[in-house]
């Protein structure tokens, strides 16, 4: 796993004649490429995906990179946690770390919002 800043991406849903980008299943994909600072001018390409569809120019992502003969590939960690998962659970931590501060100050535990807990 590497960590690379990002100096350009581009990014591919046809190919040179402009055919749409289809893949061995008949579904339409992305090519992604990039520059880093880290790699200088040499480009590091891979797939679009959810966990690369935000990246921009500056960001640090993390990624593995794989030589491909004269090529640089990159491949994203996948996670099986969705993004709205993953909110509902930063918000139940900042709800604890709230009634934990006030637990700590001697004050009364504060009333739960259980507004938007998933369940």
């Known amino acids: 796993m590497e960590k690379l800043t990002i100096t350009k991406i ?4 046809t190919n040179k004649e402009g055919e749409k980008l289809i893949n061995r299943n008949g579904k339409p994909y992305e090519r992604v490429y990039i520059t880093t600072e880290e790699k200088g001018d040499k480009w590091i390409s891979g797939f679009g995906s959810r966990s690369n569809q ?6 640090v992502v993390e990624v593995n990179v794989v030589q491909n003969g004269e090529y640089l590939n990159f491949e994203t960690p996948r996670s099986s946690v ?24 001697g004050g009364e535990e504060p009333t739960p919002d259980d507004s938007n807990v998933p369940f």
Not at 10 to 13: A, K, L, N, Q
Not at 54 to 59: I, L
Request: net charge negative.
């Open 10 to 13: 581009v990014r591919y849903t």
């Open 54 to 59: 935000e990246w921009k120019e500056g960001d």
């Open 82 to 105: 969705s993004p709205q998962a993953l909110e509902d659970l930063k918000m139940r931590l900042e709800n604890i770390e709230s009634r934990l501060s006030a637990l700590e100050m």
